[in-house]
């Protein structure tokens, strides 16, 4: 049984042809949500943990504040990483443009049509862009209109190098004349971007290297005043513990007495922990021009943190 154009389903935007808005999905059943649940107990679990043993076992707070960093870890690296996955996908799907825009430039050239052109590139292995391909040649196979076929890739694709590609597009079919010529063109405009964009992460890349050598040579300073500096402070006081009566003047050394070696420990550890947060946001920003590709930055300079804390 044969069904009209007025009666298909067919999602635009939300919405099907006939204007029926489709329902969307609750939130409570998306992945997102379950894997932040998830991180959520986890980070809740290592926090609880950590504070058990510490009150336990410790005498410092020293494992309260690494459970407690590992806490707000195990409830960002998950998301993160979710993230993560997603810009993946788009960087992949942004290289294979200018393969997508060549192969139908080499289609028409050779006598197809555009449409046809599309079908045949869905055909060909370009990554994550193959996908989306797929989903635009069965929109444009089920009847749906070109321009709304369009709409619909590059909102899935999700960048703005294929929003300007498909807006190129729309424009070539609209304007016609020579497709080939405007297709190349198009290819030829979309590669020297990419072109500029690889150029500029790799003049920035040398920052990134600046970041970690100073968060290195911080770290370096850290332990030399911690295992150096200020233990040479402990045997003073241990000694004018034993030596000089309680009350008794000291001179210069009366301040040397009072200071909790435990708690200035704790703020070069709390310092390291915020030039991690920071510099590793700074080290995503430049490197991958995105705050989120940081979190892995931050991830390493935390963890290179504790084992210089509490290993040295």
């Known amino acids: 049984m044969q069904k009209t154009d007025d009666t298909k389903q067919k999602k635009v935007k939300g919405k099907t042809l006939d204007g029926t808005v489709l329902p969307t999905p609750s939130i409570f059943y998306s992945d997102r949500f379950k894997l932040g649940v998830a991180s959520l107990i986890a980070a809740l679990f290592i926090f609880f943990i950590s504070s058990t ?165 911080f770290i370096g300073i850290a332990v030399i005043l911690s295992t150096q500096f200020f233990s040479e402070i402990e045997v003073v006081q241990g000694m004018l513990n034993e030596n000089i009566p309680e009350g008794a003047d000291t001179g210069m050394f009366s301040s040397l007495a009072s200071i909790e070696i435990g708690e200035l420990n704790k703020i070069l550890f709390n310092m390291a922990i915020i030039q991690a947060v920071f510099g590793g946001l700074a080290a995503g920003k430049i490197g991958a021009g995105t705050y989120v590709a940081g979190i892995k930055h931050i991830v390493i300079m935390v963890i290179m943190a504790v084992i210089a804390f509490n290993i040295f």
């Open 53 to 217: 043993i510490s009150d336990l076992f410790s005498e410092t707070n020293s494992i309260k504040d690494v459970g407690t960093v590992f806490a707000i870890l195990a409830g960002i690296v998950p998301l993160t990483l979710l993230q993560l996955k997603e810009v993946h996908r788009k960087d992949s799907i942004d290289r294979n443009l200018p393969l997508f825009l060549l192969a139908l430039t080499s289609a028409v050239q050779s006598g197809a049509n555009l449409i046809k052109s599309i079908e045949h590139a869905a055909d060909r292995n370009m990554g994550a862009l193959t996908p989306e391909l797929k989903n635009l040649r069965a929109n444009i196979s089920w009847g749906m209109p070109m321009d709304a076929a369009m709409e619909n890739f590059a909102n899935r694709c999700g960048t703005r190098m294929s929003r300007r590609v498909v807006i190129l597009l729309e424009m070539a079919i609209k304007v016609g004349g020579d497709i080939a010529n405007n297709l190349e063109m198009i290819q030829k405009h979309v590669t020297e971007l990419q072109n500029l964009e690889k150029e500029r992460k790799s003049s920035l890349a040398p920052y990134t290297y600046t970041i970690y050598i100073a968060f290195a040579v």
